[in-house]
């Protein structure tokens, strides 16, 4: 092995704001980064001369990452969102630097999950107003409209991370479980899939979104849907506010037709704790009503502080990108080679450059003319840049870095050895 570095780990200065959950520290600290951490969110001039010196920048959802920030931020390699929406970032602007995003979409998946299986339950035994009422000092003890959840129906529309989660759950519950999905999904244990929402509602005694915001599920639920779903049902609504009309839902509520819903996303969500929320369905019996928290557990908290360690650091490693939601995605696997006798790694050469014809035969014919020879090699693109991961025999890395740093189309190149 060769034991020099090319950049020594105790010089790899990591900068988290926002309260990131202390894992994070932890996991970098082990890996022999330097860790600067802070609570709150800085403002702009403080943000930027936080991430002056900084190689990795980890944030939450209130420090606005604008092109002025990576400007003033030379050394950066890479910006990880702790968290899971990334319109914080301008992630385009850090594309064309060769700056990779990273975030954790999937960390909640388990907690919503769960909220959506308590509510399917409480739903069941009307438990919101039951607890308001006995907090008022009335005690209404009877059974009227009380039902177990073992043996009814749950049709769960979106069967991705969370849907199918909520699948597992609740078939452990006794429940029976149907679903629906625009792709074909594999059903687990005995969950059906069925062809059409039409037939997933008209089945289900209670009904839980797990679709994205998109044009399609914008007001998928609407006044024909909650007509078509069967009297006295509930409906769930975990995934985005956009996807039910609370309208027509207020109104099938008012009339009697469905039973109960649970909501935790809505069309207008209030930007900042504290500012008031107002909904057609305040006050309205056998409502759930929750401030978008589905996701929010500190479970949670820590599975994303792990899940984006873990990118950030395999990105500053060996280069990998898989994850990142803003540069191709790339992943050579290490590999070990012969060098004689002795067993080396070869020297890894990371390089984004602009998407235009030509750059890779530029960089080929650079390394055969250095006399080093690649080992493997793996390049993707996207519409404005191109980042391909190489790995070359052991020879002058530095020597190397330095004439690829000079092709014109370079966005930034770095060789780890
Ligand atoms: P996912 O991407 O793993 O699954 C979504 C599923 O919906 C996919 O299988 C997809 O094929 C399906 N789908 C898309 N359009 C559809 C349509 N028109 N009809 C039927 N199926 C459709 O997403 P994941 O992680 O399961 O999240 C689901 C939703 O939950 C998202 O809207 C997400 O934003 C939301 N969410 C809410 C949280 C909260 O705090 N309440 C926390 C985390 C996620």
Redesign the pocket.
Known sequence: MTSKTSYPKAKINVVLVESIHPRANDLFKAEGFQVQSMAGAPDARKLASLVADAHVLGIRSKSDVTPAILAAAPKLLTVGAFC?GTNQIAIDEACKRGVPVFNS??S??R??AE?TIAEAIGLHRGLGDKTIQMHRGDWDKSAAGSHEVRGRTIGI?????????VSVLAEAMGMRVVF????S?MALGNARMVRS?KELLEVSDIVT??????K??QG?IGKSELARMKKGSFLIN???GS?VDVVALAAAMKSGHIAGAAL??FPDEPAAKGEKFESPLQGLANVFL?P?????TEEAQEAIAEDVCDKLIKFVNIGSTTGAVNVPEVELPEQLIRDGARTVRPHRILHFHKNVPGVLSKMHTLIANMNANISAEYLRTNEEVGYVVLDVDPSDGEAIRKKLAEIPETIRVRVLW
Not at 157 to 165: A, D, L, R
Not at 209 to 214: D, K, N
Not at 292 to 296: A, D, E, F, I, L
């Open positions: 899971i979409p999937f909640n998946t907690s919503v909220l529309v979106g069967y991705g991370h969370i849907g199918s989660q629906f999905d625009i792709i999904k929402l979104l797990h679709v994205p915001a998109t399609q599920t998928m975990n995934a985005r996807v935790d996303v929750t978008h928290v589905g996701g929010s």
